[in-house]
């Protein structure tokens, strides 16, 4: 079993920035692979980004290229994304979630309790 525990959720300005972190128990970080995903009010949740074990493959939506950045640290055990130039509609419930595997279909197998982040226009 692997928890996750997300913080640095909140509210900021359309056009600031805020960085979500995502802390890791229950088994060996290095052997997962992390990922962010959202959920905005009404809507189904959706993929944001990932990151394989070491770190050397990222993977993004293309609605957050080149605004949001995923990075991990292992030996803390936490992943992040900070996120930068937000805008009102990535008002969601950010949640972390890992696996052990980079799949094509994205699919992971542990999930954080989620984290809401609000951005006002």
């Known amino acids: 079993q692997v928890q996750l525990v997300e913080s640095g959720g909140g509210l900021a300005q359309a056009g600031g920035s805020l960085r979500l972190s995502c802390a890791a128990s229950?088994?060996?970080?290095?052997?997962?692979?992390m990922g962010w995903f959202r959920q905005a009010p009404g809507k189904e949740r959706e993929f944001v980004a990932r990151?394989?074990?070491?770190?050397?493959?990222?993977d993004y939506t293309d609605s957050v290229k080149g605004r949001f950045a995923i990075s991990r640290d292992n030996a803390e055990r936490t992943v992040y994304l900070q996120m930068n130039s937000l805008k009102p509609e990535d008002t969601a419930v950010y949640y972390c979630?890992?696996?052990?595997?980079?799949?094509?279909?994205?699919?992971?197998?542990?999930w954080g309790q989620g984290t809401q982040v609000t951005v006002s226009s």
């Open positions: 979630a890992a696996t052990p595997n980079y799949n094509t279909d994205r699919r992971f197998d542990y």
């Open positions: 229950g088994r060996t970080f290095s052997s997962l692979v």
């Open positions: 990151i394989s074990w070491s770190g050397g493959s990222k």
